[in-house]
């Protein structure tokens, strides 16, 4: 069963901005393979708003949150459309 990641208003995400590392590199955090990433979102109701999750990279990170958005978003209609 797949989780939801909803706000906590209950709005569910619509589209994936960006993700950065939550602090920045050490030499103990690069001997980890997972790591706290920031992902920001853009809400249904336009608003937006941050996702922690570990990850192993940024793009990681964006890919745990796309695949937990139902229903899934055909991300290459999305781009087209705001090009």
Known sequence: MK???ISEK???IMNVVGARTQFPNTPI???ERYIPHVVD???EDGS???VTLYAECPIDAMDKVWQRID???NTKVLRRSNV
């Open 48 to 50: 937006t708003g941050e």
């Open 3 to 5: 989780t939801l990641l």
């Open 29 to 31: 955090s690069d001997m």
């Open 41 to 43: 979102v853009v809400y």
């Open 71 to 73: 229903p899934p978003i």
């Open 10 to 12: 209950g709005i569910q």
